[in-house]
């Protein structure tokens, strides 16, 4: 499954080597496009402006935000297989463990003393567990990590067909409707397409600007998006809530899949778009410290009635409202994440965003 559809693939270059230099840059490009549509959909979500600019192109972005990042994760996740237990932990689930865990009980602090009633002390310790914040994606990349090291052993069709089964838990009302469960379900089998066919990704990346790759990503984003849109308003109609719910989180799977050729091709087109490009992949290369802080500022901006009463009323007395408060927020996350990013290259203190090492430094770290 990892080979080319059409012909055999040609050896990867080393990391080192400027070709490969040329194929990340579509990668990181593609990164930087998905964490500013994380943090701008966050934003939308908070300020209730779907009805914006920024709203309606946040909408139409949701086919490929998450499953693109989910794809990029899996595509570079192939030295997981060739590591003993310890490694696996101390040169992967480290990097993601340690980051999850202090950023969740920085954000659960943050919201307790905002708003203790809404949300008690004790939910603290249990967002670690099941988390119902943005950070459920470091949570998922632990359960994927783990579960592509568990399967090493296994063909890699058979462990993409594998990676399907936990959607037959929707089927239980109850468990459908825990959050990190149907995220992690939603979006394993995209994890395992980036892992066990990244060939078959870098072959299509390679020919991106080829007609029949443009237009295959156009007929894959219309078909994802128009039937999901069709099977959500017709199960409204004829399905109870709960039956709706499970039937939309598999709709998303199939959405995401469907749409993973789009993803790519727009990651390869604003890869060669000059300085948005260079842009994109500086944030890219720094997805991780942007993806821990931005939902805590956010929920500070929106959470602390005063200084939003203040800043976002006066803003709104001279601007648009809806598209320029999220490109303001939005703005000023990307900031903040730029700066723990700094942070994170002080000693002790950066721990938080980057623990030390436990063994060998591995390429594969998290950014």
């Known amino acids: 499954m990892s080979d080319s559809p059409t012909q055999p693939v040609r050896p990867e270059p080393t990391e080192a080597s400027p070709a490969a230099k040329k194929r990340l840059d579509w990668v990181d490009a593609g990164k930087g496009l998905s964490i500013l549509g994380v943090v701008t959909f966050h934003v939308v979500v908070r300020a209730e402006t779907w009805e914006g600019l920024a709203g309606e192109i946040t909408d ?177 109609m004829r399905l109870d809530p709960a039956t709706l719910h499970a039937v939309l989180i598999t709709a998303e799977c199939g959405r995401a899949l469907i749409a993973l050729p789009t993803g790519v091709v727009l990651a390869v087109a604003v890869s060669r778009a000059g300085w948005v490009s260079d842009a994109l992949a500086y944030l890219g290369r720094r997805t991780l410290p942007i993806f821990v802080s931005h939902e805590m500022l956010i929920f500070a901006i929106y959470g602390f009635g005063p200084f939003y009463e203040r800043t976002m009323t006066w803003l709104h007395t001279w601007v648009t409202p809806a598209s320029t408060e999220v490109l303001l927020v939005t703005a000023m996350c990307i900031t903040v994440g730029l700066l723990v990013d700094r942070l994170s290259k002080v000693p002790v203190l950066g721990w938080i965003v980057t623990p030390p090492s436990l063994g060998p430094k591995d390429r594969g770290q998290v950014r």
């Open 60 to 236: 139409l972005l949701t086919p490929v935000r998450l499953p693109l990042f989910f794809l990029l994760s899996g595509l570079f996740s192939h030295r997981i297989r060739e590591l003993s237990l310890l490694g696996l932990f101390t040169r992967r689930l480290w990097f993601l463990v340690v980051p999850y865990v202090v950023w969740s009980l920085l954000f659960g602090v943050e919201r307790y003393l905002m708003d203790p009633v809404a949300y008690p002390a004790y939910l603290i310790g249990w967002e670690i567990l099941l988390p119902t914040t943005g950070l459920w994606f470091l949570h998922a990349l632990v359960v994927f990590t783990v579960a592509a090291w568990l399967t090493k052993w296994l063909p890699g069709w058979l462990t993409v067909l594998l990676s399907f089964l936990p959607l037959l838990g929707l089927a239980n009302p109850e468990l459908a409707q825990v959050w990190i469960f149907h995220r992690c379900v939603a979006f394993l089998p995209i994890f395992m397409l980036g892992l066990h066919a990244r060939s078959a990704w870098f072959w299509l990346a390679e020919r991106a600007f080829r007609w029949w790759a443009v237009l295959l990503a156009f007929v894959c984003f219309f078909l994802a998006f128009g039937l999901y849109r069709g099977l959500q308003e017709w199960g409204e």
